[in-house]
């Protein structure tokens, strides 16, 4: 397991995870948002998606028939995407010395292939080990109950309902799978409470990522 990531010299790796609708876009729009306006080079991408052959993976992955794929092709798609989107997106953003900002990333793959269906959490860390071998420098769970969370996300209108469709039994495995990661990688990870007003969750997530990064982080009204 690559569990302890060596910091990299330059640029910064943020992800954000939790259960469908608990904030997690409108929270990395905020925060990159919060960090330009500060003068930080941002780059703010998501997953699966984040590069166009990664963006095709994405319609395949999210849209049709909850049935479609089995867990264990679903793992090789999405680390297809991930691969790419590393390559062509996230590796060249650090290496230029960028804050990169992602909407989900390996941890949601160690939950939702790793324990949706069945105990495959060892072959997605073994995929992971071998092809995408990198961890984010801090990992954001925004935590929250999981009916509110459906509710908010069956809100939106749209096609990418796989995953939302498999109901509410998962949201609530998939919440403490989450928090049970938290604990397993703790170094990496912290907790938001996803309850709150968007504000309210928006200064939490800013005041947690400068305790972690300092002034590499710093805005002018903090
Ligand atoms: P996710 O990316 O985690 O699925 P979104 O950021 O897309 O979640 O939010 C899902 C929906 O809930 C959106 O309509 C968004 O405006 C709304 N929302 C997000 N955060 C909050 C909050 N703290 N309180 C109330 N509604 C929220
Ligand atoms: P996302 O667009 O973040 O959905 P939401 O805004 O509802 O949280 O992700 C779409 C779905 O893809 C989500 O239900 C979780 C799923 N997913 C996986 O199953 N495995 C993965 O590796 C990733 C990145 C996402």
């Not at 319609?59 to 062509?88: C, N, Q, Y």
């Not at 290496?95 to 992602?102: E, L, N, Q, R, T």
């Not at 793959?109 to 959490?121: A, I, K, N, V």
């Not at 938001?192 to 002034?215: K, M, N, P, W, Y």
């Amino acid at each position: 397991m690559t569990q302890e990531n060596p910091r990299p010299s330059v640029g910064l790796f943020l992800t954000f995870e939790g259960i469908d609708g608990s904030g997690k876009s409108t929270q990395c729009k905020r925060l990159a948002e919060s960090l330009r306006a500060a003068g930080h080079d941002v780059v703010l991408t998501r997953e699966p998606g984040g590069s166009p052959g990664a963006e095709e993976i994405r319609r395949m992955v999210l849209e049709g028939d909850p049935d479609k794929w089995s867990a264990e092709t679903e793992i090789l798609l999405f680390t297809a995407a991930r691969r790419d989107h590393l390559e062509r997106t996230i590796l060249p953003a650090l290496a230029a010395g960028k804050v990169v900002i992602c909407d989900r990333f390996a941890d949601s793959t160690r939950m939702y292939q790793g324990l949706s269906r069945g105990d495959l959490r060892a072959t997605v860390d073994q995929l992971h080990d071998l092809m995408i071998g990198r961890e984010p420098d801090l990992t954001l769970l925004i935590d929250m109950d999981p009916a509110t969370g459906l509710s908010r996300a069956k809100g939106r209108q749209g096609s990418e309902e796989r995953f939302e469709d498999f109901g509410i039994g998962l949201q609530e495995k998939m919440r403490a799978g989450f928090l049970s990661l938290a604990e397993e990688f703790s170094p990496r990870f912290r907790i938001v409470d996803g309850a709150q007003e968007i504000e309210t969750v928006a200064a939490d997530v800013l005041r947690q990522t400068q305790a972690v990064f300092g002034s590499r982080t710093e805005v002018a009204d903090s």
